[in-house]
């Protein structure tokens, strides 16, 4: 409350001098936001993948990887619990945000100059080549440059690794996804680059389009909460999902496909990655959970979990 009245305080004198002729938006300093899209407004009017002109600017339309994958874990725990990496208690986590060509074959780590992960996988590319195993600061030291305190919070709820620290797997999403997505190209962002400015970019649409799919909740509206006594089938999973997407995403289970561990919404974009709209769209890979055996949907044990929710 005192932070919100500090606002009022000095955004009041500035909107009034404003009416004296200055221009508002230079003194309420709204930021720019990064990349400039205008020249996209005359680009072909499509979804990705969707377009039956060529899409001449890729920064304005995920191209070649227009047919984009959000991506989430059921995990029941993380390795590091002991060290305080603990899972968001009522909800899936953020696995990633990928681009799949529009045949649902992919690029990975496209741009050696942005190479992040501290552990590439896979350690080569198909034509052999090695992937460089990155040594600098974590990508923990970009969000903190950007002052991006309130992105640092999240991801540290909702986007956790299994085994090692969570800003290796930030790093590894970025460098193995995001350099193969043309709207996070650096080139994408002209003259004002801030080095940088595309990962935390790629970070807040990974996180927009995870919020977009809230598994946890969808299942559990329809009953499906997970359960060490119960087991579910495919199609009570998929069903309630296709009800509130409006499509049947990829679901992965383990142990022969009866332990449920992931999920994969697929979606045409339309506009950038980082600011467009996702139209959801039907898995194109084969579900490994199995459509004939009970799955379990296991339950965490409460050491693995922490409360993360914000009180609203
Ligand atoms: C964005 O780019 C256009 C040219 O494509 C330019 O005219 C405009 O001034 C730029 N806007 C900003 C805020 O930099
Ligand atoms: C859309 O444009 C891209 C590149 O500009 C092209 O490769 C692709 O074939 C086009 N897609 C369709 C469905 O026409
Ligand atoms: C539920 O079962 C799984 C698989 O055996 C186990 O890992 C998990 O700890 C169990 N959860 C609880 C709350 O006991």
Avoid at 4 to 27: C, D, E, K, Q
Avoid at 98 to 112: E, K, L, R, V
């Amino acid at each position: 409350m005192a932070t919100m009245l500090a606002g009022l305080m000095v955004a009041l004198p500035l909107l009034t001098s404003s009416v004296a002729g200055f221009s508002p938006r230079s003194l309420l300093q709204v930021p720019n936001t990064y990349p400039n899209l205008t020249a996209c407004l005359s680009q072909p009017l499509t979804y990705s993948c969707e377009n039956t002109t060529v899409i001449e600017d890729t920064c304005c339309s995920p191209t070649p990887g227009g047919l984009v994958l959000s991506t989430q874990f059921w995990s029941l725990n993380t390795g590091l619990e002991k060290e305080g990496q603990l899972l968001p208690k009522g909800s899936w986590t953020l696995h990633g945000l990928w681009p799949d060509n529009c045949d649902g074959s992919f690029g990975q780590y496209c741009d050696f100059s942005r190479q992040f992960d501290p552990s590439p996988s896979p350690s080569k590319l198909p034509d052999g080549t090695v992937i460089p195993p990155y040594k600098g600061p974590s990508v923990e030291t970009f969000i903190l440059e950007f002052g991006r305190l309130d992105l640092l919070d999240y991801m540290s709820k909702y986007w956790i690794n299994q085994g090692a620290p969570n800003s290796d797997f930030w790093a590894h999403e970025f460098s193995k996804h995001a350099t193969c997505t043309s709207t996070f190209d650096v080139a994408c962002y002209g003259p004002d680059y801030k080095q940088h400015q595309d990962v935390i970019d790629f970070y807040l649409a990974a996180i927009r389009a995870f919020q977009e799919y809230p598994t946890f909740d969808m299942l559990a509206s329809v009953g499906i909460v997970p359960s060490n006594k119960t087991t579910y089938t495919l199609s009570q999973f998929q069903n309630a999902l296709k009800a509130q997407t409006g499509a049947t995403p990829y679901l992965g289970c383990g142990s022969d496909g009866t332990v449920l561990q992931e999920v994969w919404y697929y979606s045409h974009v339309f506009g950038t990655e980082q600011f467009g709209h996702y139209k959801t769209l039907d898995s194109v890979d084969p579900s490994t959970c199995s459509s004939t055996a009970p799955i379990w949907y296991y339950e965490r044990e409460a050491f693995s979990e922490h409360e993360v929710r914000n009180t609203i």
